[in-house]
């Protein structure tokens, strides 16, 4: 039973390039993140939105943005993606009345 | 200082061994506890929610002490599947935007 998805597993982009990663959740949560995971530095929020339209930035916003139009998908932009935004980037879903973040699978981003 | 700390290990255990580590926060007012587990290359997963007064799930108990500010995960009679990372993360704010993760403690289980 999958809950939440993301459009790739593994992407290879060019610098300079803009990347779309997509995040789909299909348990009716307000919330939504975009993290990403490196080595030695754990999981360290990009962005999350409370609610459609609505985001709010975390702690490493720089060189990203997000849309979300619709409730259930989450989108992820790197603008101009650089050698330093190869990362494994995983989103997550939260109901308001819930404690349990629901991960996807991940989408390990490379940028040569 | 940072707000969720742990040991990044590794933890290299004997399989039917009990393992236990540590996770310290620096936000007195934080207000809700978690263990994830992350198996490798593959998504967090929760793995349990740490109440005031402790709690066990089978083979696995955590407990919260409020006035040293840690949470801790014990694994009693651990098995090879154990093996995994198992990431703290800690609600500082009470919003979503509060949950704050540990960068995780890496446990390896031998045969």
């Known amino acids: 039973d999958v809950k939440v998805t993301q459009s790739s597993r593994y992407l290879v982009k060019r610098t300079g390039e803009k990347v779309f990663l997509e995040c789909v959740q299909d348990?009716?949560?307000?919330?939504m993140f975009w993290y990403r995971q490196d080595p030695g530095l754990g999981l360290r929020l990009i962005y999350f939105?409370?609610?459609?339209?609505?985001?709010e930035k975390g702690d490493i916003p720089e060189g990203y943005s997000v849309s979300r139009e619709k409730k259930e998908r989450f989108s992820l932009i790197l603008e101009s993606a650089s050698t330093n935004q190869t990362s494994m980037y995983l989103c997550?879903?939260?109901?308001?009345?819930?404690?349990?973040?629901?991960f996807g699978p991940g989408t390990r981003l490379t940028v040569t | 200082r940072k707000e969720v700390e742990q040991d990044p290990g590794p933890f290299n255990v004997p399989e039917g061994a009990t393992v236990a580590f540590n996770c310290t926060y620096s936000?007195?007012?934080?207000?809700?506890f978690f263990w994830y587990r992350q198996d490798c290359r593959k998504e967090p997963k929760l793995l349990m929610s740490?109440?005031?007064s402790g709690n066990e799930d089978g083979r696995f108990t955590a407990q919260l002490n409020r006035a040293s500010q840690y949470i801790s995960l014990l694994i009693r009679d651990s098995k090879l599947s154990d093996s995994a990372t198992y990431l703290c993360?800690?609600?500082?704010?009470?919003?979503?935007?509060?949950?704050?993760f540990g960068k995780g403690t890496h446990l390896i289980i031998q045969p």
């Open positions: 997550a879903s939260l109901g308001r009345e819930s404690y349990e973040q629901y």
């Open positions: 939105s409370y609610d459609v339209k609505m985001k």
């Open positions: 936000n007195s007012a934080s207000q809700s």
């Open positions: 993360v800690v609600n500082i704010g009470g919003g979503a935007d509060g949950l704050t």
């Open positions: 740490v109440y005031s």
């Open positions: 348990m009716d949560h307000e919330n």
